[in-house]
């Protein structure tokens, strides 16, 4: 039998406003992640991505008090924190290997594989519509790749094996996030995260300099600030009507990327991430349909209605 969905969250002006603010603090710290790179591997930024922003979150305990992190849910938070890793992990790479257009391009079928996964995790019925949908967004990830004429290129794949770790933990934060507070998630998140992220970083180890320090410092801030919003969003909001807001990124991350390092987004990467939007737009909104229709109609959600 399917998961019985939770009531639908709807979207309010706080609610897009806590996503905005993630989108933005996200984007930012893609671009210091680049800059970092200059003198740093990308498993040692992440290092320090999570350091700092361990460091950035001592106000948050020092405001709410330890008695925030009793929990429960230990092992789902570990759980949670071995995934983002690796999507931290494979995220940084494939940020300082791809043209950044492109790999924020390919971040956005972080919503096909959270429906993927609600039908192997939680036992979601998704029907052809969906299904459909789904299809088409990866369709937008051949439109990029091209990969008849510019063959297979590794760090897209890696991208896309970001976006699907990504996707596990958007889940296990929304689970979380029904009985944890905002702040917990996050503090718990890089209190696990920075001993674990150590280990991938000590064979490429080098100090950086003046200027690097400061690129690391700021990734571990944005990361951290991003993380707060979102835990916020997810908490008031469904994930399937957020996930549209992510979109806002691309051209923020691409007039960056052009004025810092003269990068320029080719057709090839529009045309697909238009593509990809478009279907995840789609599912978005059967996501709402359903969970508006599953209140009033219990069948819905178990695979009984038409």
């Given at each position: 039998?399917?998961?019985?969905?939770?009531?639908?969250?709807?979207?309010?002006?706080?609610?897009?406003?806590?996503?905005?603010?993630?989108?933005?603090?996200?984007?930012?710290?893609?671009?210091?992640?680049?800059?970092?790179?200059?003198?740093?591997?990308?498993?040692?930024?992440?290092?320090?991505?999570?350091?700092?922003?361990?460091?950035?979150?001592?106000?948050?305990?020092?405001?709410?008090?330890?008695?925030?992190?009793?929990?429960?849910?230990?092992?789902?938070?570990?759980?949670?924190?071995?995934?983002?890793?690796?999507?931290?992990?494979?995220?940084?790479?494939?940020?300082?290997?791809?043209?950044?257009?492109?790999?924020?391009?390919?971040?956005?079928?972080?919503?096909?594989?959270?429906?993927?996964?609600?039908?192997?995790?939680?036992?979601?019925?998704?029907?052809?519509?969906?299904?459909?949908?789904?299809?088409?967004?990866?369709?937008?990830?051949?439109?990029?790749?091209?990969?008849?004429v510019s063959g297979l290129n590794l760090a897209a794949l890696v991208a896309i094996a970001s976006s699907a770790l990504a996707a596990s933990a958007a889940i296990s934060i929304k689970f979380?996030?029904?009985?944890?507070?905002?702040?917990?998630?996050?503090?718990?998140?890089?209190?696990?995260?920075?001993?674990?992220?150590?280990?991938?970083?000590?064979?490429?180890?080098?100090?950086?300099?003046?200027?690097?320090?400061?690129?690391?410092?700021?990734?571990?801030?944005?990361?951290?600030?991003?993380?707060?919003?979102?835990?916020?969003?997810?908490?008031?909001?469904?994930?399937?009507?957020?996930?549209?807001?992510?979109?806002?990124?691309?051209?923020?991350?691409?007039?960056?990327?052009?004025?810092?390092?003269?990068?320029?987004?080719?057709?090839?990467?529009?045309?697909?991430?238009?593509?990809?939007?478009?279907?995840?737009?789609?599912?978005?909104?059967?996501?709402?349909?359903?969970?508006?229709?599953?209140?009033?109609?219990?069948?819905?959600?178990?695979?009984?209605?038409?």
């Open positions: 039998m399917a998961a019985v969905r939770p009531p639908s969250q709807p979207l309010t002006g706080r609610g897009v406003a806590l996503m905005l603010g993630s989108v933005a603090s996200f984007g930012l710290m893609a671009i210091t992640i680049r800059l970092a790179s200059a003198q740093m591997h990308p498993f040692e930024i992440a290092f320090f991505r999570n350091l700092f922003g361990l460091m950035f979150t001592v106000p948050l305990i020092v405001h709410a008090g330890l008695g925030m992190l009793r929990t429960r849910r230990l092992r789902l938070y570990f759980l949670r924190c071995l995934v983002g890793l690796g999507a931290m992990l494979t995220g940084f790479w494939a940020l300082v290997h791809l043209p950044l257009a492109q790999a924020i391009a390919l971040s956005y079928t972080t919503p096909l594989f959270v429906t993927i996964l609600a039908v192997l995790v939680l036992g979601e019925v998704v029907r052809a519509r969906r299904w459909s949908a789904i299809a088409i967004g990866f369709v937008g990830v051949l439109v990029i790749l091209r990969p008849g979380l996030s029904r009985t944890e507070p905002p702040d917990a998630i996050v503090i718990w998140m890089v209190l696990i995260m920075t001993p674990l992220s150590l280990f991938p970083a000590l064979p490429v180890w080098t100090w950086p300099d003046g200027e690097g320090w400061l690129w690391v410092v700021l990734t571990g801030g944005l990361g951290t600030l991003g993380h707060v919003f979102l835990t916020r969003a997810y908490r008031i909001a469904d994930v399937s009507a957020l996930q549209p807001l992510n979109f806002v990124q691309l051209p923020l991350v691409a007039m960056l990327a052009w004025l810092l390092f003269a990068e320029r987004v080719d057709v090839w990467t529009l045309a697909g991430a238009g593509i990809i939007v478009a279907s995840t737009a789609y599912i978005a909104r059967r996501e709402a349909l359903l969970n508006r229709r599953q209140v009033s109609d219990p069948q819905v959600g178990s695979g009984q209605a038409p």
